[in-house]
């Protein structure tokens, strides 16, 4: 009949198996003694006996290994010691843990062993990861945001001759289109927004399948340079409703662009509106559109005020449209 210290055994293996954590003994010259049979599990280990007695650093690389060269200094001294590293399995998977270190005592009150508990955080660490990424890329994105919102009100309120109201209405309306680029940038990945859907959506309080043609490749732009690329649509389109091609029955946008040897050429074209007059003076508009727009896609952006309708050529580098 089973004694008690067999059955306590029997019970202490069992605990030992069912852990997911890689529990191990190391000796204080740093060799591995033992690992739990849970611990080989989460390890990958198929034959302990093939890694019995290697140097625990071996298994760290990098930061991970200079923890370790300090977790056994402390736990040789009498201390527990606690780290977060990467280290691969037995079958090279990489993984990453959570590790505590603690010294076992002799019956002299010295250390005769190290115990270390490894835990897998893989899952955990990828989310902080992912959390850092996205956190980083939310500040550049209010970054740029704010910078255009503030450059969109210093330009709008400054020299302005026109009513208060007006300036309030037209101030409301730009902002409304960076409003629409962000739900397009929220909608897309963090690595950008694609241009077509951009431009679908800036221009679709003005959209008419007779009257405004949208043709143009895939192309994602950086969070930077769809603000500047909304704004300079909003305007655009704003400008054909009220004095340009699309302010009377037949007048046409076309809007395109292509790539071709690593140049980006975007064309907004109007046609069959009013004869159009260059104005004495620059808006914020043309002014936002051929130094802002030019700038932040690192090309250039030009306005031609032809007589049978406003042109606006932009030539960039490719490379440059999904930069931040």
């Given at each position: 009949m089973p004694t008690q210290p067999d059955k306590d055994a029997r019970f202490l293996r069992a605990v030992l198996?069912?852990?997911?954590?890689?529990?191990?003994?190391?000796?204080?010259?740093?060799?591995?003694?033992?690992?739990?049979?849970?611990?080989?599990?989460?390890?990958e280990v198929t034959d302990f006996e093939a890694i019995r007695g290697c140097p625990w650093t071996q298994f760290w690389e990098g930061p991970g290994k200079a923890e370790v060269e300090a977790a056994l200094v402390a736990a040789r001294s009498g201390h527990s010691y606690r780290f977060q590293g990467q280290a691969d399995t037995a079958a090279g998977n990489p993984r990453y843990w959570d590790v505590q270190v603690s010294p076992i005592m002799a019956a002299d009150g010295k250390?005769?062993?190290?115990?270390?508990?490894s835990r897998d955080?893989?899952?955990?660490?990828?989310?902080?990861?992912?959390?850092?990424?996205?956190?980083?890329?939310?500040?550049?994105?209010?970054?740029?945001l704010l910078a255009m919102v503030s450059g969109i009100v210093n330009q709008s309120l400054r020299g302005s001759d026109e009513p208060l109201d007006q300036v309030k209405r037209r101030l409301s309306d730009r902002l409304q289109a960076l409003a629409a680029a962000q739900d397009v940038l929220m909608m897309a990945s963090r690595h950008g927004a694609d241009l077509r859907q951009l431009v679908e959506v800036v221009l679709s309080p003005h959209r008419s399948v007779e009257r405004l043609a949208v043709e143009g490749p895939s192309v994602t732009l950086s969070s930077k340079c769809a603000l500047a690329m909304a704004l300079a649509l909003h305007e655009l389109g704003t400008n054909a409703v009220k004095y340009g091609a699309l302010s009377q029955e037949g007048g046409h946008v076309d809007v395109s662009w292509r790539n071709q040897g690593g140049e980006?050429?975007?064309?907004?074209?109007?046609?069959?509106?009013?004869?159009?007059?260059?104005?004495?003076?620059r808006g914020f508009g043309s002014q936002m559109i051929?130094?802002?727009?030019?700038?932040?896609?690192?090309?250039t952006a030009k306005i031609d005020f032809a007589p049978a309708g406003i042109v606006l050529l932009l030539d960039a580098p490719t490379a440059a449209l999904a930069e931040g």
């Open positions: 198996a069912a852990s997911d954590d890689c529990i191990k003994v190391i000796g204080l010259d740093g060799t591995l003694e033992f690992m739990s049979e849970g611990g080989q599990r989460v390890m250390p005769e062993a190290i115990l270390s508990v955080i893989t899952q955990i660490h990828a989310g902080e990861e992912r959390y850092r990424l996205l956190a980083g890329e939310l500040n550049h994105r209010i970054k740029n980006f050429h975007f064309r907004w074209q109007e046609s069959g509106g009013p004869p159009v007059t260059p104005p004495r003076r051929e130094k802002v727009l030019g700038s932040y896609l690192g090309g």
